[in-house]
């Protein structure tokens, strides 16, 4: 149990659906971030939120689309996607945005398939 | 470009030390971090390190050497739960993380 819950932990979706990912963290951190992890490659970092503010957006394409209505929470809304974006979709948070030493706390990923 | 190279797979013996190497090449250095990953489950942190030297941590050491750009994560007495990938990651002269491709240990009986 890390502090950071992230839900569903698997989806499957076609490539017209539109679905959520969700993250919640217990920690009291106020930064929160969303990763793409697929097999072999290193972590992507796609968005980051400062005090429920986006700092950051990695040339992330407009099919996802980050939604920070709290520090607590964090939203990943996903519409029309690519089978390539079949990944594990991590979830972190820190205790500020990077300038410290704090190291990120991650969910446990969702799963997603796209077929 | 900002890189961070470490092995796909490495194989160790219960009881034994492995050593997990490293390398790094990026627009400053602010840190670098290890983290330990089981199979679908949440990446946990292991150990920072921002100036060169040693850190030990129960079994688990990490080292850094900035003018040579290299880390190593050095487990002692090895265990069937320290099957896993390690990640190692460096935070660049922007605060941004850097990621390897994390390293898959396999330990066997």
């Known amino acids: 149990e890390t502090g950071v819950t992230q839900t569903p932990r698997h989806l499957v979706m076609g490539m017209t659906n539109k679905k959520s990912l969700k993250c919640e963290q217990h920690l009291g951190h106020n930064a929160m971030y969303w990763y793409k992890q697929s097999a072999k490659k290193p972590l992507e970092l796609m968005f980051v939120?400062?005090?429920?503010?986006?700092?950051e957006n990695n040339s992330v394409p407009s099919r996802f689309s980050p939604e920070c209505p709290n520090s607590s929470h964090l939203f990943l809304h996903l519409h029309t996607l690519q089978p390539e974006d079949s990944a594990l979709y991590l979830c972190?948070?820190?205790?500020?945005?990077?300038?410290?030493?704090?190291?990120?706390?991650f969910g446990e990923g969702s799963r997603l398939t796209v077929l | 470009g900002q890189n961070i190279d470490q092995p796909t797979e490495m194989t160790a013996t219960e009881g034994a030390i492995v050593q997990i190497n490293c390398t790094y090449q990026t627009s400053g250095f602010n840190g670098l971090f290890w983290y330990q990953q089981h199979a679908g489950e949440a990446p946990t942190f292991l150990s920072y390190?921002?100036l060169d030297g040693l850190e030990e941590k129960g079994r688990f050491s990490s080292f850094l050497s900035r003018s040579k750009g290299y880390s190593y994560l050095l487990l002692k007495e090895l265990q069937m739960k320290d099957s896993a990938s390690y990640l190692c990651?460096?935070?660049?002269?922007?605060?941004?993380?850097?990621w390897g491709a994390g390293t898959k240990l396999i330990i066997k009986p």
């Open positions: 990651a460096v935070r660049d002269s922007n605060y941004q993380l850097i």
């Open positions: 390190n921002v």
């Open positions: 939120y400062n005090f429920k503010e986006q700092t």
């Open positions: 972190a948070s820190s205790q500020d945005g990077g300038s410290g030493s704090g190291e990120l706390f």
